[in-house]
């Protein structure tokens, strides 16, 4: 617990309607999306900030004093990545949400770390340009978060995750320097990318004070194939099909049974309950090459589903599948006190391995799961809907979890495609960063914060 005299301090650095100091009001920004009761502390204080200088000045006292300092966005991260397991002072960006510059000539637009994913991408699409990151929750996830947090989606099959998009940060390290890293320019070869090293890094090594993000052209047509499969054997050939024959779908997004019938309960997006798996394709592009892709495609799909394939022409009925597709965590929720949704990723050969094995595991601890995932990349959502509280359904859970990691890095995949390691994912980083490489990432740490003020306890814990 910080001592009243130096909440104090803070308050006279800071406008003091940007302080948030009851019990209550701290006790609500303890936890994020993962939603565990963690062995959490509840922070000290949270502080809007509003700009670079009130960030430098938090930092000095905070290094001065050894003060945690626990960067959040829209907290919509899923594994703890906000919580507060030493306490500290959290930083809430929502008032720094401004978008300051956008260079439609140079393709590039600059943002504060506030601004909500969605909100780029409109403002890119009104000048005919393009922000391709998508995790499902853009419309109210932070692009400090997504830089943070490595995010991706399911454009990312085609466009790449937020990483291909950040071309510069300003970044306020622990001590209250600022460093520009990047440039604005779309390629850049000078030294060290440590821009590149920010993403991803959790909120662990600097604060993202502003971001330079580049932009590409919007592509004229897009339109969403779906199709059903009464067998994973059949969607998986599909998909490796649609690959090998050189189609480029700008997403391929899957859900299976559970989700069809649990988001259908849900909000009635009038999905076919009676299949097995849906198949979910995004086309997009140029008029004049669609047309061709689009006929080899309906062709292969037609070879292995099991109903006439949809396509959806108009933004509106491609929204209809994509929303249904997006819910499928909201609706996971319905099912118990608790969801918890991981993000493995596996090479596209072992998918339906993978999958099956996801299967197997959890029908052997009893535990209720809706897989849903950005199949073209290899990446599932397995989303575990439990009890936390119940101690033993909590153990099964915690067990099936480390067999499918094991099977996962037996398979040549990762833990973590997009959402991160955090609080969550911390205790198995060792089985897939080997030691050396481990030692330089705290090597990498040390150096951008010795006194261990950032983010402490998230991705890895520090030698003592
Ligand atoms: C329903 C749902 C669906 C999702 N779908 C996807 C998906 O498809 N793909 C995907 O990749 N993710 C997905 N996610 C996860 C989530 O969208 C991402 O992790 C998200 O981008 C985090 O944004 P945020 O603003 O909520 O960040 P937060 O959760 O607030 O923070 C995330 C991390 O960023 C750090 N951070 C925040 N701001 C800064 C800053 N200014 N400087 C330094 N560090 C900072 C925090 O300390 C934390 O470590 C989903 C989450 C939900 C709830």
């Excluded at 019990?23 to 949270?46: F, G, T």
């Excluded at 004093?65 to 002072?89: E, F, W």
């Excluded at 890094?201 to 969403?224: H, W």
């Amino acid at each position: 617990m910080l001592l009243k005299n130096k909440i104090k301090n803070l308050k006279n650095i800071l406008n003091s309607d940007n302080v948030l100091a009851t019990l209550e009001e701290r006790y609500c920004y303890s936890k994020d999306a993962l939603n565990k009761a963690l062995d959490s502390k509840i922070p000290d204080l949270v502080v809007f900030v509003e700009n670079i200088p009130q960030i430098q000045k938090i930092l000095k006292y905070a290094n001065d004093h050894k003060i945690p300092i626990i960067s959040r966005g829209a907290g919509t991260n899923m594994v703890g990545a906000c919580s507060t397991p030493k306490g500290g002072i959290v930083l809430n960006f929502s008032k720094m949400n401004k978008i300051l510059d956008i260079n439609p000539n140079n393709m590039t637009m600059t943002v504060q770390p506030g601004v909500i994913l969605n909100d780029i991408k409109e403002s890119a699409e009104a000048l005919n340009l393009f922000f391709p990151p998508d995790p499902s929750n853009y419309k109210v996830s932070t692009i400090g978060g997504a830089i943070a947090q490595s995010s991706g989606g399911a454009m990312a099959f085609k466009y790449g995750t937020t990483k291909d998009y950040v071309l510069s940060l300003k970044v306020i390290t622990a001590d209250g320097r600022i460093l520009t890293l990047g440039a604005n320019t779309h390629k850049d070869a000078v030294g060290y990318h440590l821009n590149q090293l920010m993403v991803g890094s959790e909120g662990t090594l600097a604060i993202i004070a502003e971001a330079v993000l580049k932009l590409i052209p919007k592509p004229s047509y897009k339109i969403t194939v779906s199709a059903y499969f009464d067998s994973i054997h059949s969607l998986t050939q599909t998909v490796d099909e649609i690959i090998s024959k050189n189609i480029y779908p700008s997403a391929i997004d899957f859900m299976d049974e559970n989700s069809i019938k649990t988001v259908e309960k849900y909000c009635s997006c009038g999905l076919d309950t009676s299949k097995k798996y849906m198949l979910l394709i995004d086309l997009e592009g140029y008029e004049k090459d669609y047309k061709s892709q689009l006929n080899l495609l309906t062709e292969i799909i037609n070879k292995y589903c099991v109903n006439n394939i949809q396509i959806a022409e108009t933004e509106q009925e491609s929204e209809k599948f994509w929303n249904a597709r997006r819910v499928s965590y909201a609706a996971t929720t319905r099912l118990a006190p608790d969801v918890i949704s991981d993000d493995i990723i596996v090479p596209r050969q072992n998918l339906e391995k993978m999958i099956n094995f996801c299967y197997e595991t959890t029908t052997k601890y009893n535990l209720k799961i809706c897989l849903v995932g950005h199949i073209g990349d290899g990446n599932l959502h397995p989303q575990i809907a439990l009890d936390i509280d119940n101690e033993q359904e909590f153990k099964n859970y915690t067990n099936a979890k480390s067999e499918i990691y094991k099977k996962v890095i037996e398979l040549g995949g990762t833990i973590s495609a997009e959402h991160g390691i955090g609080v969550e994912k911390l205790s198995y980083i060792d089985k897939i960063i080997d030691k050396d490489t481990l030692e330089y990432m705290k090597l990498i740490k040390k150096a951008f914060d010795p006194n261990g003020i950032l983010n402490p306890g998230k991705i890895f814990e520090m030698d003592k």
